[in-house]
């Protein structure tokens, strides 16, 4: 069924590895802690698999990126809503967590092989998904450059590329939701290897300012008063934050599965709260769970049943905002 509010477009766009303290925590009024400045990019990827999160406190580097490295977030922050409370839900790296921005599930607790980016391999999960939900409704999803797609059943096969979601936008072909990944030199995560490296990966400038650019493509497609986009970034990356996420579920082995470590997440769309910063506890999941009720779908489990869904982050009685300058 179609959304029955003012938001007929839900855009998740997901950046790589940084955490609240590590890009929000100077940022005024919010719930964070200075630290000494990162070179930008940093010099190398902390490791931020699931033993090295248990270990956080005493070996994450604690350093952070400054306003000037992140205008565009920084100026998101001010003009909408930054939420300060909102964590990741797999305390380990991407897999897990982009998992969870699709089926609010997740079999794994670290990624599954070295190559799992590049060759997922077959699909190994079959599990109820928000696209499946989608279809079921007869509404759209596009997967724009996500790989944690081809794990997953109902989804594999269908990924388009990360340019193609600013041309459907200006096509009028934008779905119901989008999930948006840039490619790994914009995407914010550090360089791993020498040659990552030399080509710039890591540049959380660089990547800001992709971001931005879709953004205005959405914008500029004129589909502004229709939209809700989620910014936020897939785990923790490695870097300390000052907060202990809630401990809401164990892994096999007793240790804490979620909630992960704590990430920024902006949200931009002409109904939410102006120079607004949420304490409400969100996660991931409540991405998904905002899906659900924007466009009347059933939960699809009982994370999402039990989630905030964003729900103070917007103000559908407000005049509606402008879009971002």
């Not at 940093?42 to 699931?50: L, T």
């Not at 400038?205 to 931005?212: E, F, R, V, Y």
Request: aromatic content about 12%; hydrophobic content about 35%; charged content about 15%.
């Amino acid at each position: 069924m179609p959304a029955t509010g003012p938001i007929k477009h839900v855009v998740i766009i997901v950046k790589e590895n940084h955490g609240y303290d590590n890009y929000f925590g100077a940022f005024p009024g919010g719930a964070g802690v200075t630290m000494p400045p990162s070179p930008n990019p940093p010099p190398k990827d902390p490791n931020h698999r699931h033993a090295a999160w248990l270990t956080r406190d005493t070996t994450a580097p604690r350093v952070q990126f400054q306003q000037g490295d992140i205008p565009h977030y920084w100026s998101y922050a001010n003009q909408f809503t930054l939420c300060d409370n909102y964590y990741t839900d797999v305390a380990g790296p991407s897999t897990p967590n982009h998992l969870m921005l699709i089926m609010a599930d997740s079999p794994l607790v670290d990624n599954p092989s070295r190559s799992y980016r590049n060759n997922p391999g077959p699909p190994l999960y079959d599990k109820p998904s928000l696209p499946a939900q989608l279809d079921a409704a007869g509404l759209s999803w596009g997967n724009y450059n996500g790989y944690a797609f081809e794990y997953i059943k109902h989804t594999a096969g269908k990924k388009k590329t990360w340019q193609q979601f600013a041309a459907d936008a200006v096509a009028g072909k934008l779905p119901s939701v989008s999930w948006l990944y840039a490619d790994g030199t914009l995407s914010e995560h550090p360089a791993d290897t020498p040659a990552q490296r030399a080509a710039g990966a890591g540049n959380v400038t660089k990547g800001s300012d992709w971001t931005a650019s879709q953004v205005k493509a959405l914008v500029g497609a004129g589909l502004w008063p229709q939209v809700a986009i989620f910014i936020t970034w897939d785990d923790w990356g490695g870097w300390w934050d000052h907060l202990t996420p809630p401990e809401v579920e164990k892994w096999t082995d007793g240790t804490q599965f979620r909630y992960g470590g704590r990430v920024g997440c902006l949200v931009l769309s002409p109904y939410a709260r102006k120079g607004y910063i949420s304490k409400a506890l969100n996660s991931h999941v409540s991405l998904i769970r905002f899906c659900e009720v924007n466009f009347g779908l059933p939960s699809l489990n009982a994370r999402t049943a039990s989630s905030d869904g964003m729900k103070d982050c917007f103000d559908f009685a407000q005049a509606p905002l402008p879009p971002p300058q």
